[in-house]
């Protein structure tokens, strides 16, 4: 068996980005990786430096064929969604107030320029992009997107295939489509992949081996089974730590509202496209619910109406803190009683800015924005910071972190403020096993407070809160 790639004796230039020795690693053909690690083990960094993003002080990067690495090797991350829009600080805005007429390409214009076959339109069918052809890249729900953007890296042909935490964000059935697709790909085109995963119970059956991260230090690779049967290890990896979580005071008043909001016969349309149809929902003061429903059945869509971040939301009936929407209040008044979380806010927050600076701008319910928290402001936001667990990486630039870390950064800016209502759209997005039952502990500690209303979105069942004890779903508009 050949070796495609070789790794040998790497120091990258940058003392920072350096594991605590010099890395050797192998993939031979046929093998399927996946690098497995918790948040802001260098999982992120090795992908990086394979690509040849990250300079070397010592060691090279050899590879089997004699393409440039750019050809040989692909890799998926979400922030590609900016290559289609007109740039990094309109996509927010762009998502929810463009029209038909927008300049923006549909997916199947997009896809065009690939060339199609017997096995591309199988593959097309096989993971559902036919119903998306029609639909603009700015109107995919997160999980339509991630869906979006492996089946179009995968027409590019790469012989090697990094995927980033590939299954979050999509449904049940997704997941499954998508596994079966990279385990056809294999066998088909002879691709072969390396995931980037946060958590073990994610490796799939087209996984042979592991290359397990922990704190930077040197990995050492496993075969799936080795890696799997050790428990022990998986435990030193992932540890499910139980300490004392103590939340921050408020001198905040409880709120008295009855109906924290309320939609009646809502229609949302966006050209021939109906996304919502006759949408009746009432929340009340205190309540916990589950919003569910496969990707693409308007999840997204129904919470930018709740948020006021969605303009069709004043041409239907809506109520909110008991008072109807459009009857005077501004959109900040709207905000300043709800934390917010999504899969996409990560993309809004493009700037060298410190982390802590990013918890502080949930006080102004600035997206992509920033403002000078005063003093009692940043220790709040420090609290939060700490709370789960990132108060170290205060200083630290939010565009410099692992997409785990920035989850965690924009959950504790969801709390900062002490909002009556949160609206969590798949939280625990990125995070590993540890940060996910610490967040699942911050959330259901925080809502056991009194007048504290919840709506939460995940497609992972065992994610849900025990709070949670209402549950709406939507179903996809044919």
Request: charged share 25%.
């Amino acid at each position: 068996m050949s070796i495609t790639i070789s790794v040998n004796n790497i120091v990258p230039r940058i003392p920072e980005l350096r594991f605590n020795e010099p890395v050797f690693w192998e993939m031979k053909d046929n093998e399927q990786w996946a690098f497995v690690g918790p948040n802001g083990s260098g999982k992120t960094l090795f992908s990086d430096i394979l690509q040849g993003k990250i300079s070397l002080k010592e060691g090279n990067i050899r590879f089997s064929h004699n393409e440039k690495t750019s050809e040989i090797i692909k890799s998926i991350a979400f922030k590609d969604i900016h290559s289609f829009t007109d740039s990094r600080n309109t996509y927010y805005q762009q998502r929810w107030h463009s029209t038909e007429t927008d300049d923006v390409p549909t997916i199947g214009e997009i896809l065009k320029k690939y060339t199609t076959g017997k096995e591309t339109d199988r593959f097309m069918h096989h993971f559902n992009i036919e119903e998306m052809l029609s639909k603009k890249i700015i109107s995919l729900s997160s999980g339509e997107l991630r869906k979006f953007l492996i089946y179009k890296t995968l027409m590019s042909n790469p012989k090697i295939l990094i995927l980033d935490n590939p299954f979050i964000g999509l449904d049940a059935a997704s997941r499954i489509q998508l596994n079966n697709l990279l385990q056809e790909m294999a066998s088909v085109q002879e691709l072969q992949t390396i995931l980037l995963l946060s958590d073990p119970s994610d490796i799939p059956d087209s996984v042979t081996h592991i290359l397990p991260f922990f704190k930077k230090k040197r990995p050492v690779p496993a075969t799936r089974e080795e890696f799997i049967n050790n428990k022990a290890y998986i435990e030193q990896l992932f540890p499910s730590g139980k300490e004392t979580i103590s939340l921050p005071g408020s001198e905040d008043s409880i709120s008295q509202h009855d109906v924290t909001f309320r939609m009646e016969k809502v229609n949302i349309k966006y050209g021939n496209r109906t996304i919502l149809k006759n949408i009746d929902w009432e929340v009340k003061n205190g309540e916990k619910w589950a919003l569910l429903g496969p990707n693409g059945a308007g999840k997204s869509t129904l919470l930018s109406l709740i948020y006021a971040d969605n303009p069709q939301s004043y041409a239907n009936t809506f109520y909110l803190f008991d008072r109807k929407r459009g009857s005077g209040e501004s959109i900040w008044e709207i905000k300043k009683h709800i934390g917010y979380v999504s899969p996409e806010m990560h993309l809004y927050y493009t700037e060298n800015v410190p982390s802590v600076e990013i918890v502080g701008s949930g006080f102004f319910d600035s997206i992509g924005l920033y403002r000078k928290c005063n003093p009692s402001q940043e220790i709040t936001a420090i609290k939060w910071m700490h709370i789960f667990g990132i108060d170290h990486l205060a200083q630290r630039s939010f565009i410099t972190l692992s997409s785990g870390e920035q989850r965690l950064v924009l959950l504790a800016r969801a709390f900062v403020k002490n909002p009556d209502l949160l609206i969590l759209d798949e939280p625990l997005h990125g995070l590993d096993i540890s940060n996910k039952n610490r967040a699942s502990r911050i959330i259901e500690q925080y809502c056991d407070q009194p007048s504290k209303t919840l709506v939460y979105v995940t497609h992972y069942p065992q994610e849900m809160p025990a709070c949670v004890n209402h549950t709406f779903k939507l179903t996809k508009n044919v």
